[in-house]
């Protein structure tokens, strides 16, 4: 057990050191698109619960994004809690699980607050450039983007992904409430920023196919980093 840990800390060590390069695994390009994955009745409640709150969001511009943002464990404990409710548990994760056909996807870890977040687009320029996600489990990271609120002009929604270079959107009638899951320290992907008077609002989910967390303190420290320049806390 001790060595195939070691082996799978150094192999994630260079997953990270290769997507950073542009080197991207071929079978890791997949990705799913999810519609109606919540009940109407859930869906409603979370998106009339979002549009009521959205002065809750923390505004946090930086070199990587611009935008308002709710980690998990600030999400948790405010009036929004009931959205961990409704998408945190194993229903949820079932329906994920069997629509995928990932039987061993899991959540991450509740004290990484990226497990469930929040992400509020609404001024002009809001966005984030094509990027990959580091990774600090050593299962398949798998990055789950669930559309609550996508009021924009254009016909196409604002995720955009590039498998194997190869840019794909989605229309943005069919947007809301679908879950789009891909692995996000292997999919290039994008928010194209926001135009005028155009709002956005998603949940952010994680999951991992073995959701160990690495001991590397230095992919800890650059989670941790990342989620200060996102939520506002360090907190992984």
């Keep these: 057990m001790i060595f195939s840990n070691i082996s799978k800390e150094?192999?994630?060590?260079?997953?990270?050191?290769?997507?950073?390069?542009?080197?991207f695994q071929s079978d890791k390009q997949h990705y799913f698109v999810?519609?109606?994955?919540?009940?109407?009745?859930?869906?409603?409640?979370?998106?009339?619960?979002?549009?009521?709150?959205?002065?809750?969001?923390?505004?946090?511009?930086?070199?990587v994004r611009q935008g308002s943002s709710m980690g998990g464990h600030e999400l948790r404990k405010s009036p929004l809690s009931k959205i961990p409710d409704i998408i945190d548990n194993p229903k949820f994760l079932q329906k994920v699980q069997s629509k995928t056909?990932?039987?061993?996807?899991?959540?991450?870890?509740?004290v990484d607050t990226n497990r469930l977040s929040l992400l509020y687009y609404k001024d002009e320029g809001d966005g984030i450039d094509?990027?990959?996600?580091?990774?600090?489990?050593?299962?398949?990271?798998?990055?789950?983007?669930?559309t609550i609120v996508e009021d924009i002009k254009e016909s196409e929604a604002k995720l955009e992904l590039k498998p194997n270079g190869k840019p794909?959107?989605?229309?943005v009638e069919k947007m809301e409430n679908t879950l789009v899951l891909f692995q996000g320290?292997?999919?290039q992907h994008r928010a194209r920023p926001m135009l005028m008077d155009e709002q956005r609002i998603v949940v952010s989910l994680l999951?991992?196919?073995?959701?160990?967390?690495t001991r590397n303190p230095i992919l800890r420290l650059y989670q941790a980093w990342v989620n200060y320049?996102?939520?506002?806390?360090?907190?992984?």
């Design 101 to 110: 056909g990932i039987a061993n996807l899991q959540f991450v870890p509740e």
């Design 130 to 146: 094509w990027h990959v996600d580091g990774t600090i489990y050593l299962g398949d990271r798998w990055a789950g983007i669930l």
């Design 185 to 187: 320290d292997q999919v």
């Design 168 to 171: 794909a959107t989605f229309p």
């Design 207 to 213: 999951f991992s196919t073995n959701p160990t967390r």
């Design 34 to 63: 999810l519609h109606d994955i919540l009940p109407e009745k859930d869906f409603q409640h979370i998106r009339e619960l979002l549009l009521k709150n959205k002065t809750l969001f923390l505004r946090n511009d930086s070199s």
């Design 10 to 23: 150094f192999a994630l060590i260079k997953r990270n050191i290769r997507s950073r390069r542009g080197h």
């Design 229 to 236: 320049i996102f939520y506002g806390n360090p907190r992984a």
